[in-house]
């Protein structure tokens, strides 16, 4: 909707356009030209993410009502055969935090790839615990595929501040996603000085194994000013670049992609699509399979084929099922 409009309906309608910066359920906050609004749904059906632009009617006391949704750029979402989760609307790039230790799973790199890549997101791998040296090399050689693809890899350490990285988003509206362990509340709090209360109870829900809980929240970024320094923003400022702090990933299930979708958002077998002998072709074991081809001659890292193949045999029992995906 464009600037006007959404000036238009404010005079007319009293709606005020909203980003959510928090989901809770049926329950958003909403930062809008009028402050933070606690925000409900009119319906019962509540679709609503982190990242989300939307019309809100305020009511006073500081709550409002969801009226409409502007249309997203994009949408990160996972599903499992019989759950889907919003995760961000709206995102230009996904951080994929890894670490040096307690080890990480590089498959969980590729799905993170791949549903980002399915939905015209950046994806950056965050390499955290660079100051852990021991690991480094290993880490480096685990990565080195994504790397080999174009996939840009940040070396951080979290404990000692996130030098370069805070400079690197700036106008960025990212995501950080990982494992839990990998130093993601540190390194949210090293960038966000405002986030420290809130990681921590989400770290507690998780240890306690309540995997189910839903808690992504949305944090302005400050933008540098000329004389370089950063200047604080007021609460519900999200104007320029802003940063989604989301829980602990373990499983990032990509049931919602068909196998043409899987393979597209794989980059390094796009130039290859189409080019098999059979049209429906598996690339599983089929003769003249360009996929295959391209695998025993080194232009697809084994690793990544593996990673392929795992996830399309587990959207195929997801499908299975589930006949309805
Ligand atoms: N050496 C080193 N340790 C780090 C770094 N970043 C985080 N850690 C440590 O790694 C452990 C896990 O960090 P957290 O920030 O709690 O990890 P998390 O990924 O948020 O994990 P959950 O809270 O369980 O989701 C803590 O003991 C941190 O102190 C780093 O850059 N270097
Ligand atoms: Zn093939």
Not at 7 to 21: M, P, Q, R, S, Y
Not at 132 to 141: I, K, Y
Not at 232 to 238: D, F, L, P, Y
Request: with cysteine; aromatic share 6%; proline share 4%.
């Amino acid at each position: 909707m464009s600037q006007k409009k959404r000036h238009g309906n404010k005079e007319k309608d009293g709606t005020l356009a909203g980003l959510i910066v928090a989901a809770f359920g049926r329950h958003y906050e909403v930062a809008t030209p009028a402050g933070l609004l606690q925000c409900y749904t009119r319906g019962k059906k509540s679709s609503f993410a982190c990242g989300d632009r939307v019309e809100v009617v305020p009511g006073g006391d500081g709550q409002g009502v969801i009226d409409a949704l502007t249309p997203r750029h994009n949408l990160l979402w996972r599903s499992d055969a019989f759950r889907e989760k919003l995760i961000a609307a709206n995102l230009s790039h996904i951080l994929i935090v890894v670490a040096t230790e307690p080890g990480f799973s590089d498959l969980l790199v590729s799905r993170c790839i791949a549903a980002a890549e399915s939905q015209d997101i950046t994806p950056i791998i965050v390499l955290n615990k660079a100051d852990l040296g021991e690991r480094l090399d290993a880490s480096r050689a685990q990565l080195a595929p994504f790397r080999a693809l174009g996939y840009e890899v940040i070396e951080i350490s979290a404990l000692q501040g996130a030098a370069g990285l805070r400079e690197r988003l700036a106008g960025l509206h990212a995501i950080l996603v990982g494992q839990s362990g990998m130093g993601k509340s540190t390194l949210t709090n090293a960038l966000i000085p405002e986030a420290r209360a809130a990681t921590r109870e989400i770290s507690e829900a998780l240890d306690s194994g309540k995997h189910t809980t839903t808690f992504a929240r949305l944090y302005a970024l400050d933008e540098p000013t000329a004389a370089g320094e950063q200047v604080r923003k007021s609460a519900g400022n999200v104007e320029g670049g802003w940063l989604i702090d989301s829980p602990g990933l373990q499983v990032f299930g990509l049931a919602h992609l068909d196998a043409d979708e899987l393979a597209e958002s794989f980059v390094e077998f796009r130039p290859l699509l189409g080019q098999c002998r059979f049209r429906d072709c598996r690339h599983e074991a089929e003769p003249g399979c360009a996929l295959l081809a391209a695998l025993a001659d080194g232009r697809i890292a084994p690793r990544r084929f593996e990673h392929y193949r795992a996830i399309r045999a587990e959207i195929a029992e997801a499908k299975r099922l589930n006949p309805g995906w």
